[in-house]
């Protein structure tokens, strides 16, 4: 997936220096579980997907991302098990709010499952890596190796701009769409942040964190609504 500029910040340390403040341990294992559901949630959305792929290539070429996707989650779900974090007890308290987003944008055909997935996991990805830059070296390349593209992007890109030429009536259908898709999504992080203290820390800033100034915060969602903007452009959509 593309990437965007973010705030540069320094090293604050590697993850054993890090992780004996309490509160940026609890940041993390937060920022950690929410990011292995959304993997774990990708791989099924994915999986369910290819069931309605119109032909094999396609379905094979999603069969493989969501293999990816569940490789992604087993890496973030070793490393909690590995700090002495629970994986399920983590995970669990994003279980709702992401099952919420999934049940309010259910697609109903196969290019609006192909635009929720690029859109939706680009947005999730756009959020991790702001983040990224703000935390322990350990923590923060792991976050980075998991976000990498599983080649999802370039895959809907080209269905959806062969659709819309095929029939241009497509288009506006799946504008409106994305941009549903994009208020839904806000809606849900902005959610999770507020109920989860820690996180809120992590955004705002803590006595070990480097975390945003709430101006920051504002124009880290501008630099995500652009992104979004200039996928929504790549696709031939208006956003």
């Known amino acids: 997936m593309e990437t965007q500029e973010s705030g540069e910040v320094g090293s604050i340390g590697d993850w054993a220096a ?15 579980g929410a990011l292995a559901y959304g993997e774990l949630s990708a791989f099924e959305r994915l999986a369910e997907d290819a069931k309605f792929a119109p032909g094999l290539v396609d379905k094979a070429a999603l ?22 974090a629970d994986p399920t007890e983590v995970m669990t308290p994003f279980v709702e709010p992401l099952e ?35 935390l322990d070296d350990d923590t923060r390349d792991l976050v980075l190796r998991v976000m990498a593209d599983t080649g999802h992007a370039e895959f809907a890109v080209e269905r959806v701009r062969q659709a ?52 920051e915060v504002g124009k880290m969602f501008t630099r995500i609504t652009e992104a979004h903007t200039r996928r929504m452009a790549a696709l031939g959509l208006a956003s």
């Open 63 to 84: 069969a493989r991302m969501a293999s990816a996707e569940f490789q992604h989650y087993q890496q973030l779900h070793d490393r909690l098990a590995e700090v002495g």
């Open 164 to 215: 819309i030429a095929d029939d241009p009536r497509v288009g506006g259908r799946l504008a409106l769409w994305g941009r549903r898709l994009m208020g839904e999504a806000l809606s849900q992080a902005q959610r999770v942040v507020a109920e989860r203290d820690a996180l809120s820390n992590l955004l705002v800033g803590g006595a070990r964190v480097q975390g945003f100034d709430l101006v």
């Open 18 to 32: 890090c992780a004996a403040d309490p509160g940026y341990r609890a940041a993390v294992l937060d920022l950690l």
């Open 100 to 134: 919420a987003f999934h049940r309010l944008t259910a697609p109903s055909d196969w290019l609006e499952g192909l635009v929720k997935a690029y859109v939706g996991d680009a947005i999730a990805t756009d959020f991790y890596r702001e983040v990224a830059v703000r």
